[in-house]
Nanobody
Framework: QVRLVESGGGLVQAGGSLRLNCVAS????VGWFRQAPGKEREFVAH??????SINIADSVKDRFTISRENATVFLQMNKMRPADTAIYYC????????????????WGQGTQVTVSS
């Protein structure tokens, strides 16, 4: 059973920073996605199980970074904007990169991130 547990969400002012954590039950390729009310779930970042391969969405690549320490994956979010407000999910797959949420069979419960203006 693959388990993913996110933490680190909360309320932050525009321009501030948050770090999200995703603790997985093993070494997997992990993606971060976000979903705002009324919008589709969108890709944010991905890191391979080894940490060597990283992909970040163009919309956030100058502000967000992804990293990992063993089975824990971090999403560091800087210079945050109100448009970053969403529920953030981490997801896992055995290997390879996936840019669509349909590519990931395993999901965490999500963590709310709210950026105030």
């Amino acid at each position: 059973q693959v388990r993913l547990v996110e933490s680190g969400g909360g309320l932050v002012q525009a321009g501030g920073s948050l770090r999200l954590n995703c603790v997985a039950s093993g070494l997997y390729a992990v993606g971060w996605f976000r979903q705002a009310p009324g919008k589709e779930r969108e890709f944010v970042a991905h890191i391979s199980w080894s940490g060597i391969s990283i992909n970040i969405a163009d919309s956030v690549k100058d502000r967000f970074t992804i990293s990992r320490e063993n089975a824990t994956v971090f999403l560091q979010m800087n210079k945050m904007r109100p448009a970053d407000t969403a529920i953030y999910y981490c997801a896992a797959r055995s290997y390879g990169v996936g840019f669509s949420h349909t590519a990931y069979p395993y999901w965490g419960q999500g963590t709310q991130v709210t950026v105030s203006s």
